[in-house]
T-cell receptor, first 115, second 114 residues
């Protein structure tokens, strides 16, 4: 069964450093998402992406964040200058379509720790 | 804006007992509702979803949920808990229209006691 994959599974970085989190969505899916879950808190939406541009973004997704689909398979989230509060589990998701009933399929997540 | 409330951050049941995890939603337009499960060190896996067809939705692993518009609820149930059901369960809502994001509840950690 096709699945969303994410690398790395864990990342430790120093405050102020740039990190890139990578995702490979399900191959025929057209819509891609990033969510994050700070320890003990809700899963929060960050951004959605379609046709090589951002469709929606939340208030969390400020200028420190960017997304890119550099080739036909990868979808990346870059945090330009990490802060302590960026420590969280980051989930990538993809869906075939964009109607409300479409299932979003989630990857296993990247646990980011900012020191 | 839509929101989801999950009552009970921790629920414990005995193996073989009924599982009931509560979810109430708030939405100004007809919602689509989802239950996801997260096993330790894994991602979110879809259990079931309500998409305005049948109000009683059956999912994987013997779980089901009933959409009740009058109560704005979408509670998750399973008649008989199994040890392997121990996980965190998230209810999520999505509305029709342009918004594509899922809005999640705070999650319920299910413990199954032998």
């Amino acid at each position: 069964e096709p699945e969303v994959t994410q690398t790395p599974s864990h990342q430790v970085t120093q405050m102020g450093q740039e990190v890139i989190l990578r995702c490979v969505p399900i191959s025929n899916h057209l819509y891609f998402y990033w969510y994050r879950q700070i320890l003990g808190q809700k899963v929060e939406f960050l951004v959605s992406f379609y046709n090589n541009e951002i469709s929606e973004k939340s208030e969390i997704f400020d200028d420190q964040f960017s997304v890119e689909r550099p080739d036909g398979s990868n979808f990346t989230l870059k945090i330009r200058s990490t802060k302590l509060e960026d420590s969280a589990m980051y989930f990538c998701a993809s869906s075939l379509g964009t109607s409300g009933k479409e299932t979003q399929y989630f990857g296993p997540g990247t646990r980011l720790l900012v020191l | 804006a839509q929101s989801v409330t999950q009552l009970g951050s921790h629920v414990s049941v005995s193996e073989g007992a009924l599982v009931l995890l509560r979810c109430n939603y708030s939405s100004s337009v007809p919602p689509y509702l989802f239950w996801y499960v997260q096993y330790p060190n894994q991602g979110l896996q879809l259990l079931l979803k309500y998409t305005s067809a049948a109000t009683l939705v059956k999912g994987i692993n013997g779980f089901e949920a009933e959409f009740k518009k009058s109560e704005t609820s979408f509670h998750l149930t399973k008649p008989s808990a199994h040890m392997s059901d121990a996980a965190e369960y998230f209810c999520a809502v999505r509305v029709s229209g342009s918004a594509r994001q899922l809005t999640f509840g705070s999650g319920t950690q299910l413990t199954v006691l032998p």
